[in-house]
Nanobody
């Protein structure tokens, strides 16, 4: 069974930091592109960051310079280090995996063709 299990969410003050983790099982992690999406109440789901099997990364403009994505293939885990958190960052953050060479940039939130999705972890920011 394919599983993507997120952890590390919580509540922090504006300007603080969190690190999200996503541990994968049930598929080939090493040749999959991994990424993070987020969705806040009243807002559409959007892609935050991706990391490919070759280590190349992508970040949405609003998080560049603040968030860092990384992966540990030995642990089948992808991380999202979030620094300098802002009031607009709170959301449920979802881990995703693109399979068969699929780039997450090409698929919609929760799309099931060549993609797997976690259950999400809540991030809140207080001012």
């Amino acid at each position: 069974e394919v599983q993507l299990v997120e952890s590390g969410g919580g509540s922090v003050q504006a300007g603080g930091s969190l690190r999200l983790s996503c541990t994968a099982s049930g598929f080939t992690f090493d040749d999959s592109e991994m990424g993070w999406y987020r969705q806040a109440p009243g807002n559409e789901c959007g892609l935050v960051s991706t990391i490919s099997s070759d280590g190349s990364t992508y970040y949405v403009d609003s998080v560049k310079g603040r968030f860092t994505i990384s992966q540990d293939n030995a642990k089948n885990t992808v991380y999202l280090q979030m620094n300098s958190l802002k009031p607009e960052d709170p959301a449920v953050y979802y881990c995703a995996a693109g399979t068969g060479g699929t780039l997450l940039l090409t698929i919609p939130c929760f799309g099931e063709l060549f993609a797997y999705w976690g259950q999400g972890t809540q991030v809140t920011v207080s001012s």
